[in-house]
């Protein structure tokens, strides 16, 4: 096979990969997170500013795109990129994640899955070639094998099963794609948390031959110790000279683990979720701007940090928006945690280039774990108005929020 995407490692710290992902919409320095543009666009963002934030590329979802507004309307207007604006490369999750949590509104069955639509309840289908036509349609430059993703806790039996099912649909995926320069298929490697259905999983996807490998099935409820044993343990059978993404995460600290288990690629909807709901992603762990210890505090959010949250606005003032439901709290705290993923991406990269991830993810550890200071604590009493600094309210901490 020749691979439609171009991938070079140009850097290694143990196990971690620093590197370059080419597509034809542009390169994509790796260890690389992607925002999460479910149905075409980052929720609070335009592209420009999601670009802003150092996001080479972004995700979508073919579930919600081909029922609204329709695969194919969207081709006709041009392909995702135009439709959306958005000039950089995109990877489009297969969808088959979406459709398995229908429950009772889906049926599996080797062909693939029928299902109702979630929005206005009509009879749909998503097979493994339907799933690479409608990529393809989109116009993405990464797209994904249907699978289906083993839930958590089940046998390894029932795990058994999904997986060859899911290696099945690989090879109708990699059958009914079409190769284009600098576009490309990855396939999604699965076997629950038992290693060795990992390991004929990954036998499988390699026999079937892709341009990237995924692994699926993880983030679903096993723990991060756990998560991190399984991401090890399928890593190591993966190809040195292909990208290796790991779907759905996460939070900060699963990105460093991963990335020290050699992952090159995330996806995960935390950081834009979290800041539509008030919690920020800062270099001392997470934030809540809801709680009324920030009401008076006049510091930014992260000295460290130069996004337009931090660089122009109060704790006070996001504690505000938050407060009043203001849309303008959650674009801004949107494009905060988004510029810190890709601050924190930029650090891993930069500490593999080094020989440092050692030295970075114990310094990253130690940070998070001293938490955010309240500034009261600090001694750094937020100004409240024309009778001068004071404390605006009494705070007693949370366990919580350190």
Excluded at 92 to 97: C, I, L, M, P, V
Excluded at 188 to 215: C, T
Excluded at 279 to 301: E, I, K, S, Y
Aim: contains cysteine.
């Amino acid at each position: 096979m020749t691979a439609g995407l171009g991938f070079e490692v140009t850097a290694r710290d143990g196990a971690a990969r620093a590197g370059c992902l080419a597509t034809a919409h542009g390169a994509v320095p790796t260890p690389a997170f992607m925002p999460v543009g479910t149905a075409g666009a980052v929720k609070a963002m335009k592209p420009d500013d999601v670009a802003a934030t150092g996001a080479a590329v972004i995700l979508a979802n073919t579930y919600h795109l081909m029922l609204r507004p329709g695969a194919e309307r969207v081709a006709a207007l041009g392909g995702l990129h135009r439709f959306m604006n958005w000039d950089g490369p995109i990877l489009t999750d297969s969808g088959g994640y979406q459709v398995l949590s229908l429950g009772e509104l889906r049926t599996l069955d080797e062909n693939g899955v029928a299902f109702r639509s979630h929005i206005d309840g009509t009879a749909r289908e998503l097979t493994p070639e339907r799933a690479v036509e409608i990529q393809g349609l989109l116009g993405s430059d990464i797209a994904m094998a249907l699978d289906e993703c083993t839930p958590y806790p089940v046998s390894e039996a029932t795990a058994r099963e999904s997986m060859e099912r899911s290696m099945r649909w690989a090879a109708r995926s990699r059958a009914s794609f079409r190769p284009r320069e600098g576009r490309g298929l990855f396939g999604i490697a699965q076997g629950g948390v038992f290693e060795n259905l990992r390991r004929e999983s990954v036998a499988a996807l390699l026999d079937i031959g892709f341009d990237g490998y995924a692994v699926g099935g993880l983030a679903v409820g096993e723990g991060r110790s756990e998560m991190l044993r399984v991401v090890e343990a399928t890593a190591r059978h993966l190809p040195e000279d292909r990208p290796r993404y790991l779907m759905g995460v996460g939070k900060p600290r699963d990105i460093v683990g991963a990335v020290a288990r050699g992952i090159d690629m995330f996806d995960c909807v935390l950081p834009t979720r979290s800041g539509r709901t008030g919690q920020a992603f800062t270099r001392r762990g997470a934030v809540n701007l809801r709680n009324a210890r920030h009401a008076g505090d006049a510091r930014p959010l992260d000295e460290a940090c130069a996004c337009p949250a931090c660089a122009s606005y109060s704790r006070a003032y996001l504690h505000h928006l938050f407060k009043a439901r203001e849309i303008l709290g959650y674009m801004l705290l949107t494009t905060h945690n988004l510029t810190y993923y890709q601050e924190l991406m930029g650090g891993l990269r930069s500490a593999i280039a080094g020989g440092s991830l050692a030295a970075f993810a114990t310094a990253f550890d130690e940070e998070q774990g001293a938490g955010d200071i309240p500034a009261i604590r600090r001694g750094v009493f937020a100004r409240s108005g024309v009778g001068g600094d004071s404390p605006s309210v009494s705070y007693v901490p949370n366990q919580d929020e350190f």
